[in-house]
């Protein structure tokens, strides 16, 4: 699941971060907003998103005029609301990127054998279920990870991190069945490193900012070695982590109980593919 889901949230990043300026909170609020937006038509007052994010009034308010700016979203006397809708850009490059990278990771997960059973509903699936659930499970992925990253930049530099290490067990059938529980953890060797430098081209976020993060975190939950950073295996295994990880899959099965309610089709996910498989994000 961990594997999966840093593989899902890089995809997306990497696609949406250029698109805000590499600025995290600035992306995360206005994936709530148009969450929101798109399903109720209603705006959204910015107290409510600060406390729906856990941020600080003001610091929604900045993030909000900034979007506002931009023409991202609009104010009336009720609240805050995106302008156009999933056919207009960005949702139009990212609700269906979203949606793609969530069946990429049912479809693994059903690979795997890991999947809970869920009994099909009848009902004809829509793709903008799928974009939505993959919203909601991003947005509950960053609540659940507050007390070990306690911020989302630190999140996603840590998940980017993930993803890059594992990818030589991620996508391997073998070496993900032979890993498919937290231990034994996969050995040193197949574990691929990525440079900082790279973390920072790829999400757009300031080299200064990248340094400055990784700093904090290196001796926690990053190890900084000679060819590049790699996650602690043993940090993984700590109650937190696995506080965390227990969490995380509750709001997993509870999101894919909901999509199979709405018709997922999860004897053959494959086929709801809205553009096709996403390939895997590359990494210098």
């Excluded at 594997?3 to 696609?15: D, F, K, P």
């Excluded at 995106?82 to 990429?104: F, Q, W």
């Excluded at 995380?248 to 996910?269: E, I, K, S, Y």
């Amino acid at each position: 699941m961990t594997r999966g889901l840093a593989e899902m949230q890089t995809n997306i990043m990497a696609v949406a971060l250029p698109l805000f300026d590499g600025r995290v909170d600035h992306f995360m609020v206005y994936t709530l907003l148009a969450r929101r937006s798109l399903d109720s038509e209603r705006p959204m007052p910015v107290l409510s998103i600060a406390n729906s994010l856990r941020l600080p009034f003001e610091t929604t308010r900045r993030h909000v005029g900034t979007l506002v700016d931009r023409g991202l979203c609009r104010r009336d006397n009720r609240g805050v609301i995106v302008t156009g809708n999933i056919e207009d850009e960005p949702l139009s490059v990212l609700a269906p990127l979203a949606h793609d990278c969530l069946v990429r990771f049912i479809a693994d997960l059903a690979a795997l054998e890991v999947l809970p059973s869920f009994a099909p509903s009848g009902r004809c699936y829509s793709w903008e279920i799928g974009w939505r659930a993959a919203a909601d499970l991003m947005l509950a992925v960053a609540d659940g990870n507050r007390s070990t990253h306690h911020d989302r930049v630190d999140l996603v530099l840590f998940s980017t991190i993930l993803c890059a290490n594992k990818r030589p067990v991620t996508f391997d059938p073998t070496l993900a069945r032979r890993f498919v529980t937290i231990e034994p953890a996969p050995p040193p060797s197949l574990s691929q490193p990525i440079r900082a430098r790279a973390l920072s081209e790829l999400l757009c976020i300031p080299q200064a900012t990248v340094r400055r993060r990784l700093e904090k975190m290196c001796g926690g939950p990053i190890s900084c070695t000679p060819d590049g950073l790699v996650i602690a295996e043993e940090w993984l295994s700590t109650p937190g982590a696995l506080k965390t990880s227990a969490t995380t899959w509750g709001n997993v099965r509870r999101l894919l109980t909901g999509l199979a309610t709405q018709g997922f089709p999860f004897d053959a996910p494959e086929t709801v593919y809205r553009v096709g498989r996403p390939p895997p994000v590359a990494f210098n």
